[in-house]
């Protein structure tokens, strides 16, 4: 099966700051992967060039078939998002968003958008403005989730949360990716989540991918707790070294 | 709900507050100014632009920097229809808003008027001229808001940009008068403006802010866009400018306006033109005067001076009223922008020692003329002068100077015989005068007495120049006389060459505009059955045609009595022969 985002020598640098050296990456379909890496490393970059909201400077990217640069529209048809932070006027409410992102979604599942909405209390009426972090987080996955995209992209959708909030998020995450069968692309930082609900992992190091794969193979058979717990080791070893 | 209304609507709800704000204060704006209005300007038009005007300023530039200024471009450009859906409903809101706020502020001046019982004027068509401009202006101001970070930097940025892009247009206009615009013209132009600031507008949105372009990124596609789309308009008026600024003796439109030729009468200065044709209907206008110095010899032409600058009635004159050489000049003057200059008439080159200014039309020894300070001689009256006095700046003809009495009679003097009322002309000769009246009958007036008697020609005689002699030349029945007014004899004049045509008139072939045209030796205009110049002989009782050069011919000047140089279909210096069909083409060549 081909890949829904196959990346192949990824290069790009904001002036003479080069933040992706040749990144090699392919999410295959149905699978939730984690990308790790310190501040600075990239991963927002890639989720940019993922959207064609950036221009890589070469290599290749195809986002569920498409080149984000070339055919922008199709890519983001395809793609739902959650930035790190709510990025909607503040005088929207939840339901004005859904409403809005409705007309630009084919697949858009409008029943699915109100009880997702409803799953993670979305509270419809108020502007976002108005909303928690959190709630702001919650709505702006529900809108992600309702365009049933093929792709997900979420960029640090657990930043900021409280722990009650972050679990709320999380395994409605978990629930929804295993129930639609999407393919993820997370960028966290909360790694003790992420081991939770992501079955591949690829850690992004010197604006290189340096490993990828199903979590058993680049971290080894470990215990949920055990595996955190190097996740967590390797975070804090800068730079980064995989163990053997 | 389609996507260009979910945009639409998102707009409406940006937008929203400062639309009903608008809406509110706009009443209280234009109370206001009708209250404040002691000259009566404010009408529907004035409320329309000033409401136009809020739109843009509170609506119509802060549509995009408020973007920017929400950190909201990013979430617009990563939806799926991207920036340019966007960009489409906001370009919708802004004509909205402006020609909404536009309706809304004539119609509160038209309610406030009607309820101060005062009349509404209703818009003209005059008015509605400006709309477009205004649109094409308020067009750019929309464009150059994505150009600079804060909305109230919008408007001066776009009037800068304005100025900029039509700088080609105001240069060329502004300096040339004659080349006015013709109707399509400034319309073309406000489209091509208008349909630029839209594109311009959508490069500077689209192109400019994807990949989270900053507000530098987002003018530089906007110009990228609007200067190709504006260089045709530039390259038009370019080419209009250069039409202007150039002349071409062997251009179509090639015209000359005015002829001087120096005392050798090997050179000539020559007041060039080009005629820009005329529209359907109407004849065609002059561009402006090129000042050219001709060789006559060779051919060879050069430009004297800036464009505008023009060879002027000279100064000084060596003819004395009697000269053989009519219309030869000793100096002719530039009138330059820049400032006047003398040229001289023998070598063509500006004179290096300057003479005071004197009036180009005040004869030399005007003084022994027996002329009072502040009269000046505008031309002949017969063998006197026309006599001028200066009234607030500008010359009105005062009287006439008789100079074989050495008097000068005013216009005043002559009222008092009522049969003089509206005279149409008067010729001044040693004798009595001759005076056509107002019935186009002439008649011999006695200066000294003031004693008016007819001369019994026929009602449709026509009088024409006066020899040095007195008498004046008479076309009746097809055929030209020399008339004696003191005896009433006439003298059958015939062509030298046997012609026998039917004359219909002959007059003076003098006009040049010099002030002291010579009357001898009379060259004339014959027009009828044959239109030319004739060398009159006197004498000999015949008219002497040349005939190389027929219709509209011009006399020059006169070389020698054998040869005339004229201006031919005001495009060519000619000489001709008289007594011959010898012509010879001097310019161009």
């Given at each position: 099966m081909h890949p829904v985002l196959h990346a192949e020598g990824l290069e790009k640098a904001y002036g003479k700051k080069t933040v992706l050296c040749g990144v090699d990456l392919a999410l295959p379909p149905g699978t939730c992967t984690v990308l790790l890496g310190p501040n600075g490393a990239g991963k927002s970059t890639l989720l940019r060039l993922a959207l064609g909201l950036a221009k890589p400077d070469s290599g290749k990217l195809s986002v569920t078939g498409f080149d984000p640069v070339r055919r922008p529209s199709r890519v983001r048809a395809r793609v739902g998002f959650v930035p790190d932070r709510p990025d909607v006027y503040g005088w929207m409410t939840p339901r004005e968003l859904f409403r809005f992102l409705q007309p630009q979604y084919p697949l858009w599942d409008r029943p699915y958008c109100e009880r997702t909405a409803a799953r993670f209390g979305v509270r419809l009426d108020t502007p976002f403005r108005d909303l928690s972090r959190g709630e702001g987080t919650k709505a702006m996955l529900t809108a992600a989730l309702a365009a049933r995209p093929p792709l997900l992209l979420l960029d640090e959708p657990f930043g900021g949360l409280d722990p009650r909030v972050r679990e709320e998020v999380a395994s409605g995450l978990r629930d929804e990716l295993e129930r639609g069968g999407c393919t993820a692309l997370v960028v966290t930082h909360d790694l003790e989540l992420a081991a939770d609900f992501a079955d591949r992992v690829a850690l992004l190091a010197d604006g290189r991918i340096a490993a990828e794969g199903r979590f058993a193979d680049v971290l080894g058979e470990r215990a949920p707790a055990e595996r955190r717990a190097l996740l967590r080791r390797l975070f804090d070893d800068v730079p980064w070294s995989i163990p053997a | 709900m389609s996507v260009a209304r979910a945009y639409l609507w998102k707009e409406w709800r940006d937008q929203r507050s400062a639309l009903l704000g608008l809406a509110a204060v706009l009443p209280f704006l234009a109370g206001g100014a009708l209250a404040m209005d002691p000259g009566g300007w404010v009408d529907p038009w004035t409320g329309a632009a000033a409401g136009a005007f809020a739109a843009l300023l509170v609506v119509g530039t802060d549509l995009v920097p408020?973007?920017?200024?929400?950190?909201?471009?990013?979430?617009?450009?990563?939806?799926?229809?991207?920036?340019?859906?966007?960009?489409?409903?906001?370009?919708?809101?802004?004509?909205?808003?402006?020609?909404?706020?536009?309706?809304?502020?004539?119609?509160?001046?038209?309610?406030?008027?009607?309820?101060?019982?005062?009349?509404?004027?209703?818009?003209?068509?005059?008015?509605?001229?400006?709309?477009?401009?205004?649109?094409?202006?308020?067009?750019?101001?929309?464009?150059?808001?994505?150009?600079?970070?804060?909305?109230?930097?919008?408007?001066?940025?776009?009037?800068?940009?304005?100025?900029?892009?039509?700088?080609?247009?105001?240069?060329?206009?502004?300096?040339?008068?004659?080349?006015?615009?013709?109707?399509?013209?400034?319309?073309?132009?406000?489209?091509?403006?208008?349909?630029?600031?839209?594109?311009?507008?959508?490069?500077?949105?689209?192109?400019?802010?994807?990949?989270?372009?900053?507000?530098?990124?987002?003018?530089?596609?906007?110009?990228?866009?609007?200067?190709?789309?504006?260089?045709?308009?530039?390259?038009?008026?370019?080419?209009?400018?250069y039409s202007a600024t150039s002349i071409d003796p062997a251009a179509e439109d090639f015209y000359i306006q005015d002829c001087y030729v120096g005392l050798r009468a090997d050179r000539a200065f020559v007041n060039a033109r080009r005629m820009r044709a005329g529209r359907p209907g109407r004849s065609g206008t002059a561009g402006p005067s090129h000042p050219l110095v001709v060789e006559l010899e060779s051919g060879a032409w050069r430009e004297a001076g800036e464009v505008e600058a023009y060879f002027a009635r000279p100064a000084t004159h060596p003819a004395d009223g009697r000269s053989e050489r009519p219309a030869l000049f000793e100096r002719v003057w530039l009138r330059?922008?820049?400032?006047?200059?003398?040229?001289?008439?023998?070598?063509?080159?500006?004179?290096?020692?300057?003479?005071?200014?004197?009036?180009?039309?005040?004869?030399?020894?005007?003084?022994?003329?027996?002329?009072?300070?502040?009269?000046?001689?505008?031309?002949?009256?017969?063998?006197?002068?026309?006599?001028?006095?200066?009234?607030?700046?500008?010359?009105?003809?005062?009287?006439?100077?008789?100079?074989?009495?050495?008097?000068?009679?005013?216009?005043?003097?002559?009222?008092?015989?009522?049969?003089?009322?509206?005279?149409?002309?008067?010729?001044?000769?040693?004798?009595?005068?001759?005076?056509?009246?107002?019935?186009?009958?002439?008649?011999?007036?006695?200066?000294?007495?003031?004693?008016?008697?007819?001369?019994?020609?026929?009602?449709?005689?026509?009088?024409?120049?006066?020899?040095?002699g007195g008498r004046a030349l008479l076309v009746h029945g097809g055929e030209p006389y020399l008339f004696d007014a003191d005896t009433g004899a006439r003298e059958v004049l015939r062509f030298s060459d046997g012609f026998a045509g039917n004359v219909r008139r002959v007059s003076p072939a003098y006009r040049n505009g010099a002030p002291l045209e010579s009357y001898w030796p009379p060259v004339l205009d014959v027009s009828g059955d044959w239109n030319g110049i004739a060398r009159l002989d006197e004498h000999a009782s015949l008219l002497v045609r040349a005939t190389g050069r027929e219709g509209d011919v011009r006399l020059l000047a006169c070389p020698d009595s054998d040869s005339a140089l004229v201006l031919c279909a005001r495009r060519e210096i000619v000489r001709l022969r008289f007594g011959s069909a010898e012509h010879e083409v001097l310019f161009p060549r």
């Open positions: - | 408020g973007e920017r200024r929400r950190a909201r471009m990013g979430f617009l450009e990563r939806l799926p229809a991207g920036l340019g859906a966007a960009f489409t409903a906001k370009l919708v809101m802004f004509l909205a808003s402006v020609l909404g706020a536009a309706a809304y502020g004539a119609a509160l001046v038209a309610l406030a008027l009607v309820v101060r019982g005062e009349p509404v004027i209703a818009p003209d068509v005059h008015t509605a001229r400006f709309l477009l401009p205004g649109l094409a202006c308020a067009l750019w101001a929309f464009a150059v808001s994505g150009w600079v970070p804060r909305s109230t930097l919008a408007f001066p940025t776009a009037l800068v940009c304005i100025a900029l892009l039509c700088w080609p247009g105001w240069l060329f206009y502004g300096r040339f008068p004659a080349f006015d615009p013709l109707p399509w013209e400034p319309w073309a132009f406000l489209g091509v403006c208008t349909a630029g600031a839209c594109a311009s507008a959508w490069a500077s949105f689209v192109l400019g802010c994807r990949f989270s372009g900053g507000t530098g990124r987002a003018a530089r596609r906007g110009l990228l866009i609007a200067l190709p789309l504006l260089a045709p308009a530039w390259a038009w008026a370019g080419l209009r400018l330059a922008p820049g400032g006047d200059v003398e040229y001289d008439g023998l070598t063509g080159e500006p004179v290096t020692v300057a003479r005071p200014a004197q009036p180009g039309i005040a004869p030399p020894g005007a003084a022994e003329l027996g002329l009072a300070r502040g009269l000046f001689v505008l031309g002949w009256a017969g063998l006197g002068y026309r006599v001028a006095a200066a009234e607030d700046g500008r010359l009105r003809t005062s009287g006439v100077f008789d100079p074989f009495r050495e008097r000068y009679v005013a216009l005043e003097e002559l009222a008092a015989l009522p049969e003089l009322a509206g005279f149409r002309d008067l010729w001044v000769r040693d004798g009595a005068w001759l005076v056509r009246l107002g019935d186009g009958s002439w008649s011999a007036l006695d200066p000294d007495r003031l004693a008016l008697e007819p001369l019994g020609l026929p009602a449709h005689a026509r009088l024409g120049p006066l020899t040095a």
